[in-house]
């Protein structure tokens, strides 16, 4: 019985070692492959992120372009829209204060302003608020390219300006008697009033209507070269 014990027992060490012999490589075998199959992924993996960023950057870069070539024909509208605005201006027979005066009634300011009246040709622009009645100038603008005009007319020494004359309407009413500060809410100055002080156009941003717009304002000016006031016009920023 103990011979056939020690047999058993040899055939059992044999059979281990035979498994042990066969299973071993196998698990070298399956160790490599799943090592090279992570080293693979990896590789992929890296690929693929590197192939993505290339894919937005391109994306970045064409984004950009498309937004400065929409700029750019922003730009040449608002040109546009400045040019035939002067020569609208220029037509009526150019701008001018009258002897007489008026009074606006301007939002926040705790009583109405009394300044002389606007006159376009030697004759008063008017007050007129109703968007279905005719607006020299602004409407004449508009109707020849679209977008927004208005006239500022300059309340006093610092620059500031009220808005007498517009195509901008809420409700059907002309949106007239708004107030251009010379200061800016945070206390710096206003870049509109001082391009105008300076003598310069202002170009840039500005909300229209719950619209935002690319705008210019240019100065507008008398016979004797006084700054009364800013000739503006806007386009749609989206479009």
């Known amino acids: 019985a103990m011979k056939a014990a020690t047999r058993l027992s040899l055939k059992a060490r044999m059979l281990l070692a035979g498994i042990a012999l ?140 009220v808005r007498v004359a517009t195509n901008v309407a809420l409700d059907g009413q002309r949106v007239l008697g708004s107030f251009v500060a010379a200061k800016l809410p945070d206390g710096t100055p206003n870049p509109v009033i001082a391009a105008a002080l300076a003598g310069k156009r202002y170009v840039g941003r500005v909300l229209v209507n719950k619209d935002w717009c690319f705008a210019a304002y240019e100065p507008l000016y008398d016979a004797e070269k006084r700054l009364i006031g800013l000739l503006g016009v806007a386009v749609r920023e989206q479009s």
């Open 22 to 161: 066969s299973v071993a490589p196998l698990l070298v075998i399956t160790w490599v492959v799943e090592h090279q199959n992570a080293k693979m992924t990896a590789v992929a993996v890296d690929e693929c992120r590197a192939l993505g960023s290339d894919d937005l950057d391109h994306l970045a870069k064409s984004t950009v372009s498309m937004c400065a070539a929409q700029q750019e024909l922003l730009a040449q509208a608002l040109d546009s829209y400045v040019n035939v605005a002067k020569a609208t201006l220029a037509n009526l027979g150019g701008a001018s204060l009258g002897t007489e005066t008026v009074s606006w009634n301007v939002p926040g300011q705790p009583s109405p302003l009394v300044l002389p009246q606007l006159l376009l040709g030697g004759r008063w622009l008017g007050q007129n608020a109703d968007a279905q009645a005719p607006s020299p100038l602004v409407d004449d603008v508009t109707r020849q390219l679209g977008g927004w005009c208005s006239v500022m007319q300059r309340v006093n020494e610092q620059g500031e300006m």
